[in-house]
């Protein structure tokens, strides 16, 4: 089943940078490169290319962009600006530009007193959560292996004998 949903996702990561007119990995809106920003806050890779045109990064644009998804992208959009705002009252910067300690905070702070914020930021980090080990680089960090036929048992198999 993992594999299928695999294919399914990459698939419609394919079709929807293609319906688009943008090509897949290229060069995103300045809304885009937040919410790509904010992803490697939620969900950090193993390295810093991990939501920079990648695998990770298409599938997560794919579930903003198309036909019936303008709802799902002003939602996140609105509440990317929230928060950017929740950090310009508190820390006096943009969410973007504090370090990790400070986000975290502004991030804490923010879905603790604002419900709708907090349930939005749920449905995001699932989305963020799901495009990034789909991809190839989230079954690497988990140490997934593609299931192979094999012959036999492995060698460090033992069978229990319960007759003994």
């Known amino acids: 089943m993992r594999r299928r949903s695999f294919i399914q996702a990459a698939v419609t990561a394919a079709a929807a940078t293609t319906l688009t007119g943008r090509p897949a990995f290229g060069a995103e809106s300045e809304f885009e490169s937040r919410l790509l920003a904010f992803a490697a806050v939620v969900v950090p890779g193993p390295d810093s290319a991990t939501w920079r045109g990648s695998e990770a990064a298409a599938a997560l644009l794919a579930k903003i962009e198309g036909p019936g998804k303008r709802d799902v992208r002003e939602r996140y959009r609105a509440a990317l600006e929230k928060l950017d705002r929740a950090a310009n009252s508190r820390e006096g910067e943009s969410f973007f530009t504090l370090g990790g300690e400070q986000q975290a905070s502004v991030l804490k702070a923010l879905s603790s007193s604002d419900k709708d914020f907090d349930n939005e930021f749920g449905a995001m980090r699932e989305d963020m959560m799901r495009a990034f080990f ?18 036999g048992y492995p060698e460090y198999f033992q069978s229990a004998e319960i007759w003994e």
């Open 134 to 151: 789909t991809s190839a680089a989230g079954m690497k960090f988990t140490g997934y292996r593609v299931a192979t036929q094999f012959v």
